[in-house]
């Protein structure tokens, strides 16, 4: 069973968050995931750190989604890092070549803010 996405946000001095919960999946999780990406981005961070440790599934759509964030981010000059991914979705990313586009740290590597990860 699927558990929706859940996605915390927030950040500070231009170094800015995301912690991802659950699966992104459906078409509600694409948009949510979308609409959180474009209101970060649209406060014109140097740096986006994506938590993922929690993050459970993503579907084709979802990996789009992923893709989308990478590429509004490098277009405003930002650099987003993508933390602590599990194999699982590693491996999803890999199969559909998505994994080399990506800018992936493990979740100790996690320089945002600290208060969106899970406790």
Same mark, same amino acid.
């Given at each position: 069973?699927?558990?929706?996405? %859940?996605?915390? /946000?927030? $950040?500070?001095? $231009?170094?800015?968050?995301?912690?991802?919960?659950?699966?992104? %999946? !459906?078409?509600?999780? +694409?948009?949510? =995931?979308?609409?959180? %990406?474009?209101?970060?981005?649209?406060?014109?961070? !140097?740096?986006?750190?994506?938590?993922?440790?929690?993050?459970?599934? +993503?579907?084709?759509?979802?990996? &789009?989604? =992923?893709? &989308? %964030?990478?590429?509004? /981010?490098?277009?405003?000059?930002? +650099?987003?890092?993508?933390? $602590?991914?599990?194999?699982? +979705?590693?491996?999803?990313?890999?199969?559909?070549? =998505?994994?080399?586009?990506?800018?992936?740290?493990? /979740?100790?590597?996690?320089?945002?803010?600290?208060?969106?990860?899970?406790?």
């Amino acid at each position: 069973m699927n558990k929706p996405l %859940t996605i915390h /946000a927030g $950040g500070h001095r $231009g170094c800015l968050g995301l912690s991802l919960r659950g699966s992104c %999946t !459906t078409p509600a999780d +694409v948009a949510q =995931l979308e609409q959180a %990406t474009r209101r970060l981005l649209a406060s014109h961070p !140097t740096r986006l750190w994506v938590d993922c440790q929690q993050l459970l599934e +993503v579907s084709a759509s979802g990996q &789009r989604t =992923l893709l &989308r %964030t990478e590429s509004l /981010a490098r277009a405003a000059g930002v +650099v987003c890092y993508w933390c $602590g991914l599990s194999a699982h +979705v590693l491996s999803q990313l890999a199969t559909s070549g =998505l994994q080399q586009l990506l800018q992936l740290r493990s /979740a100790a590597e996690f320089e945002g803010p600290r208060y969106i990860l899970p406790e």
